[in-house]
Protein backbone atom coordinates (compact mmCIF):
# COMPACT_ATOMS: atom_id res chain seq x y z
CA UNK A 1 0.00 0.00 0.00
CA UNK A 2 1.56 3.41 -1.10
CA UNK A 3 0.02 6.52 1.26
CA UNK A 4 0.74 9.36 -1.09
CA UNK A 5 0.87 12.53 1.56
CA UNK A 6 3.28 10.25 3.87
CA UNK A 7 6.70 10.69 4.27
CA UNK A 8 9.15 9.75 7.48
CA UNK A 9 12.08 12.15 8.46
CA UNK A 10 15.48 10.70 9.93
CA UNK A 11 18.02 12.55 11.62
CA UNK A 12 21.44 11.29 13.60
CA UNK A 13 24.71 13.22 13.16
CA UNK A 14 25.51 9.91 13.53
CA UNK A 15 25.91 7.83 10.74
CA UNK A 16 25.78 4.20 11.98
CA UNK A 17 22.63 5.33 13.97
CA UNK A 18 20.79 7.16 10.79
CA UNK A 19 21.53 4.01 8.87
CA UNK A 20 20.55 1.64 11.62
CA UNK A 21 17.35 3.67 12.57
CA UNK A 22 16.73 3.61 8.40
CA UNK A 23 17.25 0.00 8.01
CA UNK A 24 14.44 -0.31 11.21
CA UNK A 25 11.81 1.92 9.90
CA UNK A 26 12.10 0.52 6.81
CA UNK A 27 11.53 -2.98 7.47
CA UNK A 28 8.03 -1.51 9.68
CA UNK A 29 7.04 -0.29 6.70
CA UNK A 30 6.89 -2.97 4.74
CA UNK A 31 5.49 -4.70 7.31
CA UNK A 32 2.71 -2.30 7.66
CA UNK A 33 2.03 -2.62 4.33
CA UNK A 34 3.18 0.84 3.55
CA UNK A 35 6.83 0.04 2.18
CA UNK A 36 7.06 2.78 -0.48
CA UNK A 37 6.50 5.76 1.92
CA UNK A 38 10.03 7.77 1.43
CA UNK A 39 12.27 8.01 4.19
CA UNK A 40 14.22 11.06 3.72
CA UNK A 41 17.89 11.56 6.12
CA UNK A 42 20.04 14.32 7.12
CA UNK A 43 23.10 14.28 9.15
CA UNK A 44 21.93 17.64 11.03
CA UNK A 45 19.16 20.28 11.67
CA UNK A 46 20.35 22.38 8.97
CA UNK A 47 20.48 20.11 6.27
CA UNK A 48 17.22 18.41 6.82
CA UNK A 49 15.75 21.55 6.64
CA UNK A 50 17.26 22.10 3.34
CA UNK A 51 16.28 18.73 2.09
CA UNK A 52 12.84 18.79 3.35
CA UNK A 53 12.39 22.43 2.05
CA UNK A 54 13.27 20.72 -1.30
CA UNK A 55 11.56 17.84 -1.08
CA UNK A 56 8.55 18.90 -0.06
CA UNK A 57 8.16 21.02 -3.34
CA UNK A 58 8.90 17.97 -5.05
CA UNK A 59 6.26 15.81 -3.09
CA UNK A 60 3.71 18.72 -3.67
CA UNK A 61 3.53 20.63 -0.56
CA UNK A 62 0.58 18.42 0.77
CA UNK A 63 2.70 15.62 3.00
CA UNK A 64 2.27 14.77 6.29
CA UNK A 65 5.37 14.43 7.81
CA UNK A 66 6.89 11.71 10.25
CA UNK A 67 10.12 13.11 12.16
CA UNK A 68 12.60 10.41 13.84
CA UNK A 69 15.52 13.24 15.26
CA UNK A 70 18.76 12.82 17.20
CA UNK A 71 17.96 15.28 20.72
CA UNK A 72 21.96 15.84 20.79
CA UNK A 73 23.38 17.45 17.43
CA UNK A 74 26.20 20.32 16.74
CA UNK A 75 24.58 23.43 15.40
CA UNK A 76 20.99 22.48 16.12
CA UNK A 77 19.27 19.87 18.85
CA UNK A 78 16.09 18.00 18.11
CA UNK A 79 13.91 20.47 19.67
CA UNK A 80 15.33 22.98 17.35
CA UNK A 81 14.54 20.87 14.46
CA UNK A 82 11.47 20.65 15.37
CA UNK A 83 10.51 24.17 15.96
CA UNK A 84 11.91 25.19 12.70
CA UNK A 85 10.03 22.32 11.13
CA UNK A 86 7.30 23.40 12.38
CA UNK A 87 7.47 26.78 11.02
CA UNK A 88 8.53 25.45 7.72
CA UNK A 89 5.86 22.72 6.83
CA UNK A 90 2.81 24.79 8.52
CA UNK A 91 1.27 22.18 10.69
CA UNK A 92 2.22 19.23 8.73
CA UNK A 93 4.75 17.55 11.07
CA UNK A 94 2.47 15.23 12.11
CA UNK A 95 4.38 13.28 14.23
CA UNK A 96 7.65 14.03 16.17
CA UNK A 97 10.14 11.97 18.16
CA UNK A 98 13.07 12.59 19.92
CA UNK A 99 15.43 9.53 20.43
CA UNK A 100 18.28 10.32 22.80
CA UNK A 101 20.56 8.70 24.96
CA UNK A 102 20.00 12.73 27.22
CA UNK A 103 16.86 11.96 29.10
CA UNK A 104 17.06 15.28 29.55
CA UNK A 105 15.14 15.77 26.39
CA UNK A 106 12.38 14.16 27.61
CA UNK A 107 10.75 17.59 28.82
CA UNK A 108 11.65 19.24 26.09
CA UNK A 109 9.60 16.61 24.33
CA UNK A 110 6.76 17.07 26.04
CA UNK A 111 6.66 20.46 25.94
CA UNK A 112 6.70 20.26 21.55
CA UNK A 113 3.87 17.46 21.91
CA UNK A 114 6.73 15.30 20.83
CA UNK A 115 7.14 11.61 21.81
CA UNK A 116 10.56 10.88 23.37
CA UNK A 117 12.60 7.69 23.02
CA UNK A 118 15.65 6.58 24.87
CA UNK A 119 18.82 5.83 22.87
CA UNK A 120 18.79 2.86 21.45
CA UNK A 121 15.30 3.42 19.88
CA UNK A 122 13.07 0.47 20.44
CA UNK A 123 11.82 -0.91 16.77
CA UNK A 124 8.64 -1.83 18.79
CA UNK A 125 8.15 1.81 20.17
CA UNK A 126 8.64 3.15 16.69
CA UNK A 127 6.23 0.73 15.26
CA UNK A 128 3.55 1.60 17.90
CA UNK A 129 3.81 5.14 16.39
CA UNK A 130 3.80 4.71 13.06
CA UNK A 131 0.78 2.90 13.34
CA UNK A 132 -0.65 6.20 15.46
CA UNK A 133 0.57 8.20 12.61
CA UNK A 134 -0.82 6.09 9.18
CA UNK A 135 -4.20 5.91 11.31
CA UNK A 136 -4.02 9.80 11.62
CA UNK A 137 -3.74 10.08 7.65
CA UNK A 138 -6.84 7.63 6.93
Do not use: W
Amino acid sequence: MTTPDACLIVIDNDSLVKRAHHRGLSGILRALGHGATPILTAESGADALELVAREDQKLGGKTQYFLLTDGDMPGMNGPDVIRRLDGLLQHRLLMRTICSANSEYEKQAEQLTAFFLLKPCDMGELKSLLNIYFAQLD
